[in-house]
């Protein structure tokens, strides 16, 4: 019997509670999950407090676990870990080596010997005495950039790059693929070393470490130069980089629109961060900036027509992920209830960090994502592997 077709743009079906109450597997909508990561890294930007930025780190171990999928990209958030760790790694590397000096109140650890540096580099000093309150400091910097890393981890993780690149304006579509070719890098890599590794083993490879290295890196990158080619190709016979119907005098105007509104929107948050800048570079050229944006996008994307088949929805999971991420950053920015200091401890004196209870609270009001999204949809077995299952 023949189906029935799917009209273009009819919203992809989602599964509702079913007759107990309970909620059956969908797939969230990848922006809710990019919003979710975003807000919490700018939370993340507020605080040193390592406290607070592990627990940021447990939020996003519990989401991550909860809600993947079992798609190739939703592996790779240890390579991420790793990626953190090596960052942390760097910063008290740097900070040992590039010596800032001790005071007298500084807990001595261990000396480097000093290398005399010329005239011209000076205000550099290479090596010396290296305390455990500038070590401190400099993990605890690195552990919030480590933090913000594992957003993006997270993001790229929970979400699929490719189904955010349908809900883009049409004049986007362009910076959107490229964007969503860059951001499918990380999964892409963590994939063929997982398959290239997984060869080894089957041909018996025993090399490990540093010594397994040219054995893994060799293939990884014939697959990533291989898979480069087939998307130049695939790209260009779907006709990428097109001009399109628009004359050259729309495609001007919309690049002065788009001009004006990114400086207008540059010159708004920098009034906005600047107590003393004129009243005209806050709010108001916030404003001016984010209207000429709208107007060279609407401009823009008259000349490029796509149709969306099966949209993703937004419903109230992608609601609830996408405030929870949003409430988390939005508190611990103004600085009610608690104390600002104590997002921003102080190493000097040396002494225990506190954890401040309302942070505290938004950070694990971010980590009810895990709960409030769906559960993932289980991945749809191949039916010769199926056949074979039901006959065992």
């Not at 597997?25 to 930025?53: D, G, K, M, Q, Y």
């Not at 455990?132 to 913000?148: F, H, I, P, Q, V």
């Not at 996008?297 to 000349?303: A, E, H, I, P, S």
């Not at 769906?374 to 065992?392: K, L």
Request: aromatic share 8%; proline share 8%.
């Amino acid at each position: 019997m023949a189906g029935t077709a799917e009209k273009p743009g009819t919203p992809l079906p989602t599964a509702g509670p079913d007759s107990r109450g309970r909620r059956l597997p969908r797939t969230l909508h990848p922006v809710a999950w990019w919003i979710w990561a975003l807000a919490l890294a700018t939370a993340v930007s507020r605080t040193n407090n390592p406290l607070l930025l592990f627990l940021v780190l447990a939020v996003l171990g519990y989401v991550i676990t909860m809600r993947r999928t079992e798609a190739p990209w939703a592996r790779g958030f240890k390579y991420y870990l790793y990626l953190a760790l090596t960052v942390v790694a760097i910063r008290v590397l740097f900070r040992a080596v590039f010596a800032t000096g001790m005071t007298p109140t500084d807990h001595y650890l261990f000396s480097l010997p000093h290398i005399p540096t010329p005239d011209w580099y000076a205000g550099i000093q290479l090596g010396g005495p290296v305390s455990l309150e500038a070590l401190l400091s400099a993990a605890t910097d690195g552990l919030r950039l480590a933090c913000m890393l594992c957003c993006i981890g997270a993001a790229n993780t929970l979400a699929n790059p490719k189904r955010a690149l349908r809900v883009l304006p049409g004049a986007l579509y362009e910076l959107g693929v490229a964007v969503t070719v860059s951001i499918s890098v990380a999964p892409q890599l963590v994939q063929s070393v997982q398959r290239v590794a997984r060869a080894r083993r089957l041909r018996a490879g025993r090399n490990k470490g540093l010594k397994a290295l040219r054995g893994v890196v060799v293939p990884v990158l014939e697959d990533a130069l291989e898979r480069s080619l087939r998307l130049a190709a695939a790209m260009d016979s779907r006709g990428y980089g097109r001009a399109g119907s628009a004359t050259a005098g729309s495609r001007r105007l919309t690049g002065v629109l788009m001009l004006l509104g990114m400086c207008g929107l540059c010159a708004g948050a920098y009034g906005l961060l600047d107590a003393t800048a004129p009243k005209l570079l806050g709010l108001p050229a916030l404003l001016a900036g984010s209207l000429f944006c709208l107007a060279g996008l609407r401009l823009g994307g008259r000349r490029v027509t796509r149709t969306t088949y099966r949209p993703d929805p937004w419903r109230f999971a992608e609601w609830a992920v996408a405030s929870c991420g949003v409430l988390s950053a939005v508190l611990l920015f103004v600085n009610l209830g608690y104390d600002p200091a104590e997002l921003n401890p102080s190493i000097y004196p040396l002494s225990w960090p506190t954890l401040p209870l309302v942070p505290a609270a938004a950070i694990l009001l971010a980590g009810a994502a895990g709960f409030l999204a769906p559960p993932p949809s289980a991945p749809t077995p191949h039916p010769t592997v199926q056949r074979t299952e039901e006959a065992a």
